[in-house]
């Protein structure tokens, strides 16, 4: 049978007839179409920090939910945000090809719908994965055909909360022009892996050895090609370890070893398993006790780099896996570095540190005037003994709508008006809730969290205008025509 509608041939239709096809359904889904979100002149509804797959869910999630003055912002330039371009390195995603979410419901707007019109039903077929290059694709597109606004090349570099000078958050935004002040009823921190912390060279490597010696993994911009001919050493088993280690090899580098504490590498990647409904939906019902337990296990066993990952890496003939060869120590002679291992030395010409991304709200600038007010885990929830674990008390206790709590409650109600999706929110609402694999269902949680704190804050002005204005179903005809009959 043949489709009814030539947008859904097995043939590639083009974007041009997808988008045709995409404004029609926001035509169809815009019930209520009626603004709302009253903001003063000169302030926004709500500033969303980080312009990557999250920040243009929700703003345009909030635009669906007709809040208009929504605006986000990126540090980088167009079509360079989050790190599918940067500093990730593998050639496709990790994360299933059928994921959906950032479409909020609407076909027209997914992944598949996008590259079918392009490369046709036969086309998404044979796709194994989908590569990042088409990711970030589909992104710019997404954020073209849906129309939010994105600042690029302006940076958050500071959120002051309100107080009773000031009824609104105060963001300075470091421009090419210079640093702005924005004013914002909500503030939503969309900043990807590395917004609540960041990443760190572990001190014993930062103390010893030069700065041309090393690097993390998540480092960009990084010139691959200074590695040719080189050996190449990396901390770490981690599925960034082994990208930046075949991106090496790729580049002429002449070996590059993974050197880990661990036996064996993990063979086991439960994340996947928690790829379904009632999990990524309702993890964050779940009691305290039971999130600690889901967290610290995942931390424990370690995660082994996807499949094709692994393949790939091993295909290049200068790659090598070192289990049990922890790192005791480092150092640099005749413009090299020494690794001393339980096994002996190992001498490189480069190192590289794939040691992941701490939580820390301390790390971050943009915090540093409310994060003293936000509840962390340590706060709220204490484990029992054999349950101990410093880095998981580190992330901050969130609410059902991924908003900051107050540590001490009713010193910063405000708190309620700020959100967070980054890896920090992984413990209170779930270990997959800032990845691709969840969007679908954490992102509407953020814009239902956003929409509430709106409505709530004009409630009493909501209230008024229910009070005296008229709202007349009827004409005013109506009326004598009522007394004539």
């Known amino acids: 049978m043949?489709?009814?509608?030539?947008?859904?041939?097995?043939?590639?239709?083009?974007?041009?007839?997808?988008?045709?096809?995409?404004?029609?359904?926001?035509e169809w889904l815009a019930y209520p179409a009626k603004p709302w979100a009253e903001a003063p002149e000169g302030v926004l509804n709500c500033a969303i920090i980080g312009g990557g797959q999250f920040g243009l869910t929700i703003a345009h999630g909030l635009k669906r939910e007709c809040v208009d003055n929504v605006v986000v912002f990126d540090r980088n330039p167009a079509g360079m945000e989050g790190p599918w371009l940067t500093f990730a390195r593998m050639h496709m995603l990790r994360t299933p090809k059928d994921l959906a979410g950032h479409d909020l419901g609407n076909a027209s707007l997914t992944f598949r719908a996008w590259y079918e019109a392009q490369h046709g039903r036969a086309g998404w077929d044979a796709m194994f994965r989908i590569s990042r290059h088409d990711w970030q694709a589909y992104l710019n597109w997404y954020r073209e055909c849906t129309g939010v606004v994105v600042r690029n090349r302006c940076e958050v570099t500071q959120v002051l909360p309100p107080d009773a000078a000031h009824p609104h958050f105060r963001l300075s935004v470091?421009?090419?022009?210079?640093?702005?002040?924005?004013?914002?009823?909500?503030?939503?921190?969309?900043?990807?892996?590395?917004?609540?912390?960041?990443?760190v060279v572990p001190e014993f490597i930062t103390s010893r050895l030069p700065a041309g010696l090393y690097a993390h993994t998540n480092d960009w911009p990084f010139d691959f090609s200074r590695l040719a001919?080189?050996?190449v050493g990396l901390l770490g088993a981690g599925a960034s370890s082994f990208d930046t280690a075949t991106a090496a090899l790729e580049a002429g580098a002449a070996e590059a070893v993974l050197c880990f504490r661990r036996g064996a590498l993990p063979l086991t990647n439960p994340r996947r398993w928690m790829e379904f409904s009632g999990f990524l939906a309702h993890y964050p019902e779940l009691p305290d006790a039971q999130k600690w337990a889901y967290l610290q296990r995942l931390y424990s066993i370690g995660q082994p780099p996807p499949k094709p990952t692994y393949d790939r890496a091993l295909a290049q003939p200068g790659f090598k896996l070192a289990p049990a060869t922890p790192w005791l120590e480092v150092r640099e002679q005749d413009g090299q570095v020494l690794v001393t291992t339980p096994s002996g030395i190992e001498r490189f010409d480069f190192i590289f540190a794939a040691t992941g991304v701490a939580v820390d709200l301390a790390m971050r600038p943009e915090f540093a005037a409310i994060a003293?007010?936000?509840a962390?885990?340590?706060?709220?929830?204490?484990?029992?003994?054999?349950?101990?674990?410093?880095?998981?008390?580190?992330?901050?206790y969130l609410g059902r709508h991924c908003e900051f709590t107050e540590k001490q409650p009713g010193r910063a109600p405000w708190l309620s008006k700020v959100f967070t999706?980054?890896?920090?929110?992984?413990?209170?609402?779930?270990?997959?809730?800032?990845?691709?694999?969840?969007?679908?269902?954490?992102?509407?949680?953020?814009?239902?969290?956003?929409?509430r704190a709106l409505f709530l804050d004009g409630a009493d002005g909501f209230m008024q205008k229910f009070l005296e204005g008229e709202h007349n179903e009827l004409?005013?005809?109506?009326?004598?025509?009522?007394?004539a009959a």
């Open 174 to 199: 470091r421009t090419p022009a210079g640093v702005e002040q924005v004013l914002a009823r909500t503030v939503v921190f969309a900043s990807g892996a590395e917004g609540s912390g960041g990443h």
């Open 229 to 231: 001919g080189k050996r």
């Open 475 to 483: 004409p005013p005809e109506a009326q004598t025509q009522a007394r």
């Open 421 to 451: 999706i980054t890896r920090g929110a992984t413990l209170s609402m779930g270990p997959s809730s800032a990845s691709n694999s969840n969007v679908k269902y954490t992102a509407p949680r953020i814009i239902a969290g956003v929409t």
């Open 372 to 374: 003293t007010h936000c």
């Open 2 to 26: 043949k489709p009814s509608h030539p947008e859904h041939a097995a043939d590639p239709v083009g974007l041009e007839a997808l988008g045709r096809r995409l404004a029609a359904d926001h």
């Open 376 to 396: 962390l885990w340590r706060d709220r929830y204490q484990p029992p003994a054999d349950k101990q674990d410093a880095r998981l008390g580190a992330f901050p």
